[in-house]
């Protein structure tokens, strides 16, 4: 996987900036324990963190290709190209001679070939940088799902740029400011493509390019989703869904390092860990490796809420004896949820507090253990996005509601922001009723229509579209960090283009064919999963119920009011905070009752130890 990082300057000789470019890159250790590189021209520093899993031995970076005379492109490079094996023989039989059998240089010997046009040919997930000496521009270009994260930072004379937020806010010229729109975004719950919530800062969109040379930045979509008449019946439907996925999950098994799958319990995460079961048995190469999380006595005592209704562990190890994997529980208590160094971690692998709680400290933890065992995982992340798994989908009030669906009533309750517990003025301020509804007509705008079609095929077109471009990001942005904090490769084959653009265009009536939700998908895997697992209603990702853990919280909070400091850099209302955190607990805690308080906490964290200003 690894982190990037780098720095180009046309006004300064940056081979005396080793030093700070050096600091920008070590931000980046968590990401790539297993190497480091650096390299400095005049106008370009480049860094790099290596995490190894292709080609151990040969994959160092920044990689150089220096071919034609005109100087070196040089290549920094985070993620997985799956299709790098098809390209490798494509571009030795356009001439090129590769000296590894990394993926790396088959993405540097692609940009020889094709220049900036390279990442239409690229089926993964990746980030990456290209310095072209002989032009002295830089390219950045991110996978098209926006798997993998890349920001950048103008400056008066170049850019900086880097994987994560904290390589850029290691360099001098990056202030750590947040004005209105900034502190908007984080409380939205809505992502915004290229919002680098630091002002200044941007995010390469997903599917983007952005070239930054003497005469300024420059920016184009290379992929984007596009409507298009679906003409298979569903059987077809079905099997093109299965035989897609055969495909993607065979080339996401390819690793030089030791490989597991994240499971849920689920119908997502099963049917990968089914898939990649049969694959690894089919091949010789043994049994998959499986890992879960749980919490300690949830199981047992386990009460159903508005969006959970059963416990995933009864349906993990159903699907683990299945499927004969060599499965293990990561069990968790409140104390370790609450470790002020596990949710100080949590925090810094952000940058940001935009986190959920234990839910970030669960997987964060979860992650720590798995890279004992093992250094890339499989994930089922997206599914509900592209299959349209989520009950709102199915819920008429948010279908036809003016805003996002996830906003809407129950649902965002488990994601109240902390502007809760501002105060007035800041509520004003902000105004983020107004700043979601702007969202939401920027995304609405974006829908890319079908001639004729209209009704709730239409509707649903474009609540799929808000998923895959708006929310899907939310919990893409939230695995990458949690499982790169720890140095863990989680791969995500539900987010591979093909399958994205296939399922995106099949009507809605084909998506929901069985009278549920993921009809699609559910007919792919019948063959695959024991029927508790494939029959089993949909339900996230777990969340502690132990009152002890919302008590602990309270007491954190209650000892942030007494402190006498203003909360927040004073956007909190210590009266409305201290309300919430006297509120009695119940004989079980809920998500939805401790949001408001975890969002203050991470915030008030986030201003003291980032050392956030707010924009005058």
């Not at 904290?166 to 409380?187: S, T, W, Y």
């Not at 119908?267 to 490796?289: C, F, N, P, W, Y």
Request: with cysteine; hydrophobic share 40%; aromatic share 8%.
């Amino acid at each position: 996987m690894c982190g990037i990082c780098g720095w180009v300057d046309f006004d300064r000789d940056l081979r005396e900036e080793r030093a700070t470019a050096q600091a920008m890159t070590d931000t980046m250790a968590c990401r790539g324990p297993d190497d480091e590189g650096l390299w400095a021209a005049p106008h370009a520093a480049i860094g790099h963190r290596r995490l190894a899993i292709i080609d151990l031995a040969g994959g160092r970076q920044p990689m150089i290709a220096d071919d034609d005379g005109g100087g070196p492109a040089v290549l920094t490079y985070s993620g997985e190209v799956y299709n790098f094996q098809e390209l490798r023989a494509e571009l030795t039989g356009r001439g090129h001679r590769f000296r590894t059998h990394s993926d790396t240089e088959v993405v540097l010997r692609a940009y020889v070939e094709w220049g900036a046009d390279l990442a239409e040919h690229l089926n993964g997930m990746y980030a990456f940088a290209i310095w072209d000496a002989g032009r002295e521009e830089l390219l950045l270009v991110r996978d098209r799902m926006g798997i993998k994260p890349l920001y950048y930072y103008p400056t008066p004379h170049g850019v900086l740029f880097g994987s994560e937020p904290k390589a850029i806010l290691a360099n001098p010229l990056a202030r750590r400011v947040v004005d209105a729109d900034g502190l908007r975004e984080l409380l939205a719950f809505v992502k915004t493509p290229e919002h680098g919530i630091f002002k200044g800062m941007y995010e390469v969109r997903p599917g983007q390019l952005v070239q930054v040379g003497r005469d300024g930045i420059r920016k184009r979509r290379y992929w984007q989703l596009r409507s298009h008449e679906h003409e298979d019946d569903a059987d077809t439907t079905v099997k093109t869904v299965r035989g897609l996925l055969d495909d993607i999950v065979a080339r996401q098994l390819i690793s030089d390092v030791p490989l597991c799958s994240l499971l849920s319990g689920g119908l997502d995460s099963s049917m990968i860990t089914a898939l990649a079961a049969k694959d690894l048995r089919e091949q010789h190469l043994g049994t998959v490796r499986s890992f879960s999380v749980d919490f300690v006595g949830y199981t047992e005592h386990f009460k159903p809420d508005f969006t959970r209704s059963t416990p995933d562990t009864p349906y993990v190890h159903d699907l683990a004896t299945h499927v004969g994997a060599d499965h293990s529980d990561i069990v968790l208590d409140s104390k370790e949820l609450m470790d002020p160094a596990v949710r100080a971690a949590v925090l810094h692998a952000r940058d940001l507090p935009i986190g959920i709680g234990d839910m970030d400290s669960s997987l964060y933890l979860l992650f720590k253990a798995i890279r004992e065992h093992s250094t890339v995982a499989l994930s089922g992340e997206s599914a509900d996005e592209v299959f349209g798994g989520y009950r709102w989908f199915h819920d008429p009030e948010a279908v036809s509601a003016d805003t996002f669906p996830w906003l809407v009533g129950e649902n965002f309750a488990d994601h109240t922001g902390a502007e809760l517990l501002f105060t007035d003025d800041a509520q004003r301020m902000l105004d983020m009723s107004g700043y979601r509804g702007q969202s939401y007509r920027q995304a609405l705008a974006e829908v890319p229509t079908l001639a004729g079609e209209t009704g709730h095929q239409r509707r649903m077109r474009a609540i799929s579209y808000f998923h895959l471009t708006r929310f899907v990001q939310i919990l893409l942005d939230r695995k990458d960090r949690m499982s790169m904090a720890v140095g863990l490769e989680v791969r995500v084959p539900f987010c591979d283009h093909r399958l994205v653009e296939y399922v995106f265009n099949a009507p809605w009536a084909l998506k929901t064919f069985d009278g549920r939700e993921k009809s699609l998908l559910r007919g792919a895997a019948a063959d695959l999963l024991p029927d508790s697992v494939l029959h089993r209603l949909k339900s996230p990702y777990p969340s502690t119920q132990d009152p002890l853990y919302e008590q602990a919280l309270q007491a954190e909070a209650r000892k942030l009011l007494d402190s006498g400091e203003a909360p927040c850099a004073g956007l909190i209302d210590p009266a409305r905070a201290r309300a919430v955190v006297d509120q009695p607990v119940g004989a079980t805690s809920a998500l939805a009752s401790r949001a408001a308080l975890e969002r203050m906490l991470q915030l008030d964290a986030w201003f003291r130890d980032y050392g956030v200003q707010l924009a005058a």
